[in-house]
């Protein structure tokens, strides 16, 4: 049997995908941003530029999508870490900007995680689908083998 949802009023069915909890949507965004670390060490953007931020942000986005809302801040935590530590201060040294800059940098991150959880998370209503089998009965009706 297979779960579909649409929002209230619509028309389009989905597919129900099954989300990713915090702890793991955490660790996928952990490890996917010392993948995104050694790729822009590989590309030489090692630097506190754009580039970056903007590679964290969407890797928040996509992480995010996969994920619960509650999940963001621990994903906007991960970006943050491995953002801080290899593009910010060179080498996996975390290094400290003061509390209003890094405190941007991880509601930047959270927000972008966040926005991309949001547009799944809201309420659908869920139509089950299955086949009909000509031998079932009907809950309160005759048996369609009847019918024939």
């Known amino acids: 049997m297979r779960m579909y949802a649409a929002r209230p ?3 389009r ?3 129900v995908l099954e989300r990713l909890p915090a702890g793991a949507a955490g660790t996928v965004a952990l490890l996917t941003g010392g993948v995104l670390a050694f790729g822009l060490g ?3 953007e090692q630097h506190s530029g754009p580039l970056p931020y903007l590679g964290y942000l969407v890797l928040c986005g996509l992480v995010g999508r996969r994920s619960r809302p509650a999940a963001a801040p621990l994903i906007g935590l991960a970006a ?3 953002c801080n530590a290899f593009a910010e201060h060179h080498q996996g040294r975390l290094g400290w900007a003061g509390p209003w800059p890094e405190a941007g940098h991880y509601a930047m991150f959270t927000a972008a995680a966040l926005l991309g959880a949001l547009p799944d998370a809201w309420p659908r209503r869920t139509v089950r689908v299955s086949p009909l089998r000509l031998d079932d ?3 309160d009706g005759p048996r369609l083998d009847s019918l024939r």
Do not use: I
């Open 80 to 82: 943050w870490l491995c």
């Open 137 to 139: 009965p009907w809950p």
């Open 9 to 11: 009023g619509g028309t």
């Open 42 to 44: 590989a590309l030489g």
């Open 13 to 15: 069915y989905h597919p």
